[in-house]
Each structure stands twice: as structure tokens, then as C-alpha cells.
């Protein structure tokens, strides 16, 4: 190698061609419904970054999983995954130890509410529907990670990412979800702390509102999204899921090896602006 004489080696910075952040990487990825879903960009992501993928769907949006994942650079396999359905669970870690033998990552990205539970009903809500939205919104997240913990184990550590909506505050119809967000932040919390020792990392992206599914109905999102453009001091486009998919992947990549039980917000700033 060429350098000055009496200098210093020059050695070089970076290799060509460089080496895709997920390269073997094998990813299990939730809550894809439509092209507009986070988890749908996440995916896309992934496999363009060298991830192995697979998807999961369930009841009625099953058959829309397996029609968007068709969309995807490498259509991936679909399963059926009912978070309420411990069988469904361990159906799916089963056939990921058959295909894979272990798992490096997960992606949470599931959550509902029953209608009571929004809109302006926080009062009126009833204990019944209440339970559906802790259930699936948040305890699922402890589900998920304890059924796929034997595959990450196997892995030799692993990282699961879950998608959040900041739920520091009380936000305009959000109601019960929004306490099922807090409750989500508090379970991974608690995660991170009992998995760190199996070399497995739990953390949220609190993400800005974009226009999902999901979004779509809730009451009031259209007005939340221009505030947040307003006030957000990088801006804010709702319409556009790749900022929250990049931070999903630096999760899920190895490039945060330290860092678990943290939410991080990528909402253009808006978290950190007062009135």
C-alpha cells in the first residue's frame, strides 16, 4: 500500500461494495396490512438491506398480508398470528425453528381499539373493550417476545422493536389507546430488563401521526397531522413511512448493541416543543 514516506500507513476507510446493514439477518415482521403501513416499509427495507423475511397476519386481514406482501422485492411467506392465540403463537415460533433454526428479530407492530374506546368516550367505555385494546396493543408485545425468545436465544441474542405513539401526555381522541400505549412503554420496559442477560434488546420508535390503517380510525388524526407539520422543527410528512422504517432497521441491525428498554421518538421533533 502506497503512503508518504516517514508517514503514517493510509489504511483504507471502507470496503467495496459495502455490506448490507441486515446482511443474514432473519426477521419476523407484524402488522402489515397495506402498501401505507409502517411494517410494510420496514420490510421492504429489510429485504433490500439483505434481511430474510417472513410476515404474519391475522382474521379477516390475513388475506390482505398475503396480497401486499406480493408487493414486496421478494415476496415473503405469510403466517397466521392472532396475538390473543397462544396456539397460533407457538405455531409460528415452530415453523420459524423448522425454516430458520433461530430468529435474529421481531417487529411489534400491532394494536386495536374497539370504537367505544375512541372518539371522545373515555368516560363511557366499558371494562370489556377496555381489555381488548391492554390485550392486543400492549400485552402482546410481552407475548411475542417470550414465545420467539427460545428462537433469539438461539440466534445468540436478538432485538425486538415495537411502534409506539408518544404516551407521555393525553392526546385528543386517542383515550384508551393511549393508555394502552403507556402501557405498552411500560411492558418493554420491563422486558429489556428481564431479557438483557439472554442478550436480547427490546425497544419502541415513537413515531409521528402517519396516515395508516390504523390511523384512519381514529377520530381527529387530519388535524393532529397539521399541527404536527406546524410545529414539528423538522417538519412532518404523514404521508411518508421511511424515516420511522430507517429507525426500526438501526434497531434491528447491530448498530445499537447497547441500547434496550428505550424509546426513541422520530416524529420531526415535535415531542421536544412546548405550546
Not at 367505544?116 to 377496555?130: H, I, M, Q, T
Not at 422504517?245 to 438501526?250: E, I, N, T, V, Y
Request: charged residues 15%; aromatic residues 6%.
Amino acid at each position: 500500500m502506497h503512503r508518504p514516506a516517514g508517514g503514517p500507513p493510509c489504511w483504507p476507510l471502507v470496503t467495496w461494495p459495502p455490506m448490507a446493514l441486515l446482511a443474514g439477518k432473519r426477521l419476523l415482521v407484524t402488522g402489515v396490512l397495506t402498501d401505507d403501513s409502517i411494517a410494510y416499509s420496514v420490510a421492504a427495507l429489510a429485504q433490500k438491506e439483505g434481511a430474510e423475511v417472513v410476515l404474519t397476519g391475522a382474521g379477516r386481514g390475513l388475506s390482505l398480508t398475503k396480497r401486499v406482501a406480493q408487493h414486496l422485492p421478494t415476496p415473503p411467506p405469510v403466517l397466521e398470528l392472532d396475538v390473543t392465540v397462544p396456539l397460533q403463537v407457538a405455531n409460528v415460533a415452530e415453523d420459524l425453528k423448522e425454516r430458520w433454526g433461530a430468529l435474529d428479530g421481531v417487529l411489534h407492530s400491532i394494536g386495536f381499539a374497539p370504537q367505544s374506546c375512541l372518539g371522545g368516550g373515555f368516560l363511557d367505555a366499558p371494562w370489556e373493550d377496555v381489555q381488548v385494546a391492554l390485550q392486543v396493543s400492549a400485552y402482546s408485545l410481552k407475548v411475542l417476545t417470550a414465545g420467539f425468545l427460545p428462537l433469539m436465544q438461539a440466534a445468540g441474542g436478538g432485538s425486538v422493536v415495537g411502534l409506539d405513539f408518544d404516551a407521555a401526555v393525553a392526546w385528543p381522541f386517542y383515550d384508551w389507546m393511549g393508555v394502552a400505549k403507556a402501557a405498552l412503554e411500560s411492558t418493554a420496559r420491563y422486558l429489556a430488563r428481564d431479557l438483557g442477560q439472554h442478550r436480547v434488546r427490546v425497544n419502541l420508535i415513537s413515531a409521528g401521526p402517519l396516515r395508516t390503517v390504523a390511523a384512519k380510525a381514529i377520530p381527529g388524526t387530519a388535524a393532529l397531522e397539521e399541527v404536527w407539520g406546524e410545529r414539528a422543527p423538522l417538519g412532518w410528512d404523514a404521508s411518508d413511512a421511511s424515516s420511522v422504517a430507517k429507525a426500526c432497521l438501526a434497531l434491528l441491525s447491530d448498530l445499537f448493541p447497547a441500547t434496550t428498554g428505550e424509546i426513541i421518538h422520530v416524529d420531526g421533533g415535535f415531542h421536544a416543543m412546548g405550546a
